[in-house]
């Protein structure tokens, strides 16, 4: 098999009649359920891998490789690859398709079969760097679960439901901030890094997809509150977003009154709604209900 020239100068990568011959060959056909669709452009996973400012010596961690489109790019540009599958038949055709296609980099890559939800360790060198083109249905879970489980990656760039991408990279205030915005923002700085159209996947998706990086920062200083005991608060906060904090976060603190007493200490207005909060004043408000606790 080989990629056509306009689109691969390297013969590496996959063309869109690699990935249907590949897919006929094992009898794969992309499923909605996993939100499976295949990147069929070379152009645009070489794209991926420059935007993620992907460098020599990364170990790079990949989340849904699929028929091995980005991998392939990304072994080309990284020290060595590791991709989690949960697909049975993709994940064991994946290693002989990086095997035919960059025989002289197989040995730089790994293959994890399973649901990167349930992932807590990884072969090899700790990863430096997370790169994927994430299944919609599940890559906030995914992308939040590995930022938390793997300290080690400090870049980040996925690719994601264009919806996705605004949601988690909205700054306070803006109209679709909110639970996922804050906890990336908890780990890394966030921003939109280009939009993908819709041609360049197999089967096309009926929405536009977008590019996300994030770079991984300090963990906000909470002296007494825990990552669990702030993301509850923001969980709660976002549970009834047209509500004031001092009710919405009646239930969390045990009273309305014992929210205000919590806000007023963390020097935020009672009356203000979670969306106008910074993550570190999600920080300032555990802190005190952990204060009120530990006295």
Known sequence: MSSSPSTDESGALL??????ELAAALGVRPTKQRGQNFVIDANTVRRIVRTAGVR????VVEVGP???SLTLALLEAADRVTAVEIDDVLAAALPATVAARLPGRADRFALVHSDALRVTELPGPPPTALVANLPYNVAVPVLLHMLERFPSIERTLVMVQAEVADR?????????YGVPSVKAAWYAEV???GAIGRNVFWPAPNVDSGLVSLVRRAEPIATTATREEVFAVVDAAFAQRRKTLR???AGWAGSAAAAEAALVAAGVSPQARGESLTVDEFVAIAEHKADRKAG
């Open 66 to 68: 699929g028929l091995g």
């Open 15 to 20: 063309g869109p009649a690699d990935i249907r």
């Open 56 to 59: 020599p010596d990364d170990v």
């Open 191 to 193: 921003k939109r890094a």
């Open 168 to 176: 988690l990279a909205a700054p306070p205030g803006s109209k679709v």
């Open 247 to 249: 009710a919405a976060l």
